[in-house]
């Protein structure tokens, strides 16, 4: 089945800086990764996906990278903000249910 | 819209008990998935349901089992409770089946196993 490393598992920026996860994916059959944030007692709300036959897409200060020959996707947050502040998930799905990173905590420094 | 709902919130059973968790999709929506999220595993797949009908199965035992009525809601049980099983259970609804549609998440219920 599909295996989905991410790191790192925690991230530390100063408030205004970017943010940069990163995930690897083992079965090339896998064509749709998106990313999820969830808050503490909360459900994982998606911001964002990207599917296998495009190589980027941006919503805002969110954008999401893939190399298919890679077998990696990363989430980048640009100009970050308190909110922000959160558990990132990245998925990937071949046909099925998500397989999910182990998370992100990103931290937002003031 | 109304989102996902899930009932109940918080559950506290003990070993050998049964428990039975609800979903209420997104009006609309078909496909119903649920995951477990543990601190340890993570988020894992548990079962996927589209039309009354299972269509996928997560890597876990026969005490997990669900099933959707013909208005979409979901139910998911757990037989014969262990403490592994404390966790916090994820409802999932699209309005097509995975993996090309968007999964918005309900709020969880939370299983606690003494």
């Known amino acids: 089945g599909e295996n989905v490393e991410q790191h790192p598992s925690t991230l530390s920026v100063q408030e205004g800086d970017s943010a940069v996860i990163k995930c690897t994916y083992s079965?090339?059959?896998?064509?749709?990764f998106p990313w999820y944030k969830q808050e503490l007692g909360k459900g994982p709300q998606l911001i964002i996906d990207?599917?296998?036959?495009?190589g980027e897409k941006k919503d805002q200060r969110i954008a999401v990278t893939l190399n298919k020959t890679a077998k990696h996707f990363s989430l980048h947050i640009t100009e970050t903000q308190p909110e922000d502040s959160a558990v990132y998930f990245c998925?990937?799905?071949?046909?099925?249910?998500?397989?999910f990173g182990k998370g992100t905590h990103l931290i937002i420094q003031p | 819209k109304a989102g996902v709902t899930q009932t109940p919130r918080y559950l506290i059973k003990t070993r050998g008990q049964q428990v039975t968790l609800s979903c209420s999709p997104i009006s609309g929506h078909r496909s119903v998935s649920w995951y477990q999220q543990t601190p340890g595993q993570g988020l894992q797949f548990l079962f996927e349901y589209f039309s009354e009908t299972q269509r996928n199965k997560g890597n876990f035992p026969g005490r997990f089992s669900g099933r959707q009525f013909s208005n979409s809601r979901s139910e998911m049980n757990v037989s014969t409770l262990e403490l592994g099983d404390s966790a916090l259970y994820l409802c999932a609804s699209s309005l097509e089946p995975p993996p090309y549609n968007e999964q918005f998440f309900g709020p969880g219920t939370r299983l606690t196993v003494l």
């Open positions: 998925a990937a799905t071949p046909f099925d249910g998500l397989t």
């Open positions: 990207i599917r296998s036959n495009v």
């Open positions: 079965d090339s059959a896998s064509n749709y």
